[in-house]
């Protein structure tokens, strides 16, 4: 589903990524952990489409088509979706008015005819009971004045009702208390199926528990520096990203 | 929204040669009066033709304002002063249906319209208004409401400092009269029309006059608006006078839909009683040179005043809101809101002044000024005036000047939505609270159609 060849990335004069190669196949859910500054958010905007980024080498293969260099709403209607480490607060669009236009582009582009007003608010209402999001949020501007955990909700919300088939969480468990992370995984795990996956992107192994990973890569310095099951993940909480320094490289997966 | 922009800009000083053309064209204005005095003045009760020859006098000693003048710094009337004198013709030709159809609002409960600032009557609709309401022409109601005239027209605007106003004053001969007597609710809104036609060969002008009074309990909306029949440039020279009687509730609206290539400079003076509410939303949609001036004096206690704003404005055009709150009483509130989406080369600037006087304790002012620039060469200048005499007062003011906000814009095309789309969505919800607080449904669907071509043109 998704191939990433020696992905090397710039931005703001810096090497953030230096050579990142990763293939995730249907179905799976990859982790990718790593100390702050390792480059892991900056993995998820360049493959949402952020411009702020600069590709300096490599290739990123979706579906089997190149990736890079498409529109960010392209890749959304393909069905990629990046739920946002920080999602932005949009004063004046409505937050309900503004998911069903996302959803209906997403549609349109499959070839699906649009929801009406009724079919949206039934999906709506379902998906938002599932994640015990209140209701009354849908009718506020996009994230304003949300909470921490209800935004981070929202973006778990927005993803199951645009469906996508590439899911990439950017540390969406961070600054959640341990009722929204249970609330969180549950409907990631919801969502889990044979034909779609999902790349979570978390520094603390908390996460991993609840949403168990097929694979878990860790990113240092801009490359993987090591590649395991989710054994791996518990031998870095118990040995701290420190442990990573003495270790030789490992082959990356 | 960025960063607050503070005054700028630079004062250049207006060359001799330039002068000497300005007292050129303040020269034919006063000829043009002579011309029109003489064919007016003896249809008019003599207080009023003597108040347009102090007028003109005193326009004379005013002349055209300069950049050199502090409230016109960044606005240059060379272009109006040098281009226009000649008087609109009072011929209909050009007013199709289809352009009445266009400019007309649905849901309105009388119609005036004016062609060139002069009453139309077989255009207007003015049947079926309730007992002792009049919206009717200046010009007639000069001789049946007489002493109602007398006594307020020409007594708020200011015509002694104000070169513009001094020049309507000057030419007054017709224009909007609207009378709500006391305790009496007008349902629907009264909508005064003020069309103009251009000329083929000329930049003809128009003065257009407006009184509006209202009684004590009165309750009415009433929607002043200012349009081009075509894309012709013309100059509208136009000043309105409010007076909202004890306890009136108004709901006022200035809709600009000049011609792209007109001048259009306005003053409304509101002369608020005790316990009135007015509320009045100026809402800029079209011209190339666009002033806007609202005084409104708080003359009793407990009065709620409202001045909102939203101007479009893209190409090379310039608009102006100048607004002055005078807190003269305790116990007022004052609500102000402006808000400004540029494109092109625009520019605009914001002056909002509010005064707080001794005696006004307990004043509850609250001013703020927004803009979005969709270009780099758009630009803003804005200032807030703060005058407060009293010790006992709240009176905030905010000023933000930005950009579409490029995280927003990514987090909408993120999930799916087209470029086009998410700027649009980003623009409409921008002027989304200045839209929301306009009461009529007609309006509302001007201003979401005139923002539905901002995308197009700042693309083109």
């Known amino acids: 589903m998704l191939e990433i060849k020696n992905l090397q990335v710039r931005s703001g004069g810096k090497d953030i990524l230096r050579g990142i190669d990763l293939t995730v196949k249907k179905g799976e859910v990859h982790a990718i952990m790593g100390p702050n500054g390792s480059g892991k958010s900056t993995l998820a905007r360049v493959l949402a489409g952020h411009p702020d980024y600069e590709v300096v080498a490599g290739e990123v293969l979706y579906e089997g ?12 209607r393909e069905g990629v979706f990046m739920a946002f480490q920080y999602p932005v607060e949009i004063p004046g669009v409505n937050n309900a008015y503004f998911l069903k236009a996302a959803l209906n582009a997403v549609r349109k582009h499959k070839g699906l005819p649009e929801v009406d007003a009724m079919e949206f608010m039934t999906l709506v209402r379902e998906r938002a009971k599932m994640l015990e999001l209140d209701a009354s949020l849908l009718s506020r501007p996009v994230n304003e004045g949300f909470s921490g955990g209800e935004k981070k909700r ?70 993987i520096a090591q590649s395991g099951d989710k054994e791996l993940a518990l031998h870095l909480e118990e040995k701290g990203y420190g442990w990573l320094e003495k270790e030789p490289a490992a082959v990356n997966r | 929204m960025a960063h607050v922009a503070e005054e700028s800009g630079r004062r250049t000083p207006a060359p001799n040669a330039r002068a000497g053309e ?31 020859r102090a007028a003109i006098s005193r326009f004379g000693e005013l002349g055209f304002p300069t950049t050199q003048q502090e409230s016109w710094r960044f606005t240059s009337v060379t272009s109006i002063a040098e281009h226009t004198t000649v008087m609109s013709s009072d011929g209909q030709a050009g007013i199709t249906t289809d352009v009445l159809q266009r400019l007309m609002l649905d849901g309105t409960s009388a119609l005036a319209v004016f062609v060139n600032g002069r009453f139309a009557p077989n255009l207007s609709v003015l049947s079926s208004l309730p007992k002792g309401v009049v919206v009717s022409s200046l010009k007639t109601a000069l001789e049946s409401h007489a002493g109602l005239i007398e006594a307020h ?7 002694t400092n104000q070169a513009f106003v001094a020049l309507n004053t000057a030419f007054l001969e017709d224009g909007g009269f ?62 309105t006078e409010v007076v909202a009687g004890p306890n009136a509730v108004i709901d006022h609206y200035k809709l600009q839909r000049e011609s792209s290539k007109a001048f259009h400079l306005g003053s409304m003076y509101l002369t608020a009683q005790r316990g009135s509410t007015f509320s009045s ?33 893209g190409g090379a055009a310039l608009v102006d809101n100048h607004t002055t709150i005078d807190h003269a009483m305790p116990h007022c509130g004052s609500h102000e809101v402006y808000k400004g989406i540029l494109w092109g080369r625009a520019r605009a600037v914001f002056n909002g002044k509010i005064i707080v006087r001794p005696d006004a304790q307990k004043t509850d002012a609250k001013q703020t000024n927004k803009a979005l620039l969709l ?18 007062v709240k009176c905030t003011h905010g000023a933000a000047i930005g950009q579409l906000d490029e995280d927003a814009l990514f987090y909408l095309r993120s999930r799916g939505l087209g470029h086009a789309e998410a700027r649009a969505m980003l623009i409409h919800a921008f002027a989304g609270d200045i839209i929301n607080r306009v009461k009529v449904a007609a309006l509302q669907a001007q201003l979401e159609t005139a923002l539905l071509t901002v995308l197009p043109q700042e693309t083109a």
């Open chain 1, 65 to 76: 088509k190149p990736l890079l260099g498409i529109d960010p709403e392209e890749r959304a």
């Open chain 1, 154 to 223: 929202n973006e778990i919300f927005q993803m199951a009702v645009l469906e996508p088939r590439l899911a990439i969480l950017d540390e969406t468990d961070s600054g959640l208390d341990i009722d929204a992370l249970r609330i969180v995984a549950a409907g990631v795990n919801v969502m889990r199926a044979p034909d779609r996956a999902f790349v979570v992107i978390t520094h603390y192994q908390r996460l991993l528990t609840y949403i168990v990973p097929d694979f878990v890569h860790v990113l240092q310095n801009g490359r």
């Open chain 2, 22 to 52: 300005r007292g050129r064209s303040v020269a034919r204005y006063v000829a043009e009066f002579e011309r029109f005095d003489r064919s007016t003045a003896s249809h008019q009760p003599a207080w009023l033709a003597e108040a347009r």
């Open chain 2, 153 to 159: 027209l020409t007594q708020a605007a200011d015509h």
């Open chain 2, 178 to 239: 609207i009378f709500i007597p006391d305790d009496t609710v007008v349902s629907g809104p009264l909508h005064v029309l003020f069309i103009s036609t251009g000329q083929p060969d000329a930049t003809a002008v128009s003065h257009p006059r407006v009184l509006i009074v209202t009684g004590e309990h009165s309750q009415a909306q009433i929607i002043e608006s200012y349009a081009g029949a075509n894309e012709r440039p013309y100059f509208t020279n136009g000043v």
């Open chain 2, 281 to 313: 939303h100026s809402l800029t949609l079209g011209g190339s040179r666009v002033r806007n001036d609202e005084l409104a004096v708080l003359r009793g206690e407990g009065i709620d005043c409202t001045l909102n704003g939203l101007y479009l404005a």
């Open chain 2, 375 to 392: 270009s780099d060469d758009a630009q803003v200048n804005t200032k807030p005036e703060l005058e407060i005499f009293a010790n006992d």
